[in-house]
């Protein structure tokens, strides 16, 4: 049997191209997200993690997006990273297409 769309979980991108993981904050971005799905039930994960070497908002950075709702966290830090989380993620609380 095959999930429906609707039934898997958010996905979670970070960049971690040069401009994002400047000085390496993508990469402790990227390490704070490992450490909530490590605390998490692994066979019901809250979200998938992956990551980009470049988003195209290298202006903006760092970024993230979590789909679905194409929903895009510019100039990403730890406080933005866990609004992100609880309100995109946990509560699904997703507004397509929203830059945050």
């Given amino acids: 049997m095959t999930d429906s769309p609707d ?8 960049c ?17 997200l490992e450490a909530m ?8 994960p809250p979200f998938l993690l992956r990551t980009a070497n470049c988003l195209d908002m290298c202006e903006h950075g760092p970024n993230m997006v979590i789909y679905p709702g194409n929903i895009r966290i510019n100039h990403l830090d730890a406080e933005k990273l866990r609004v992100a989380i609880e309100t995109h993620v946990l509560r699904r ?3 397509p297409g929203g830059v945050v």
């Fill in 37 to 44: 799905l490590a605390e998490a039930d692994p066979f019901q």
């Fill in 16 to 32: 971690l191209g040069k401009n994002c993981n400047a000085a390496g904050v993508g990469a402790l971005l990227h390490a704070r």
């Fill in 93 to 95: 609380e997703a507004k």
């Fill in 7 to 14: 039934n898997r979980p958010p996905r979670v991108i970070v």
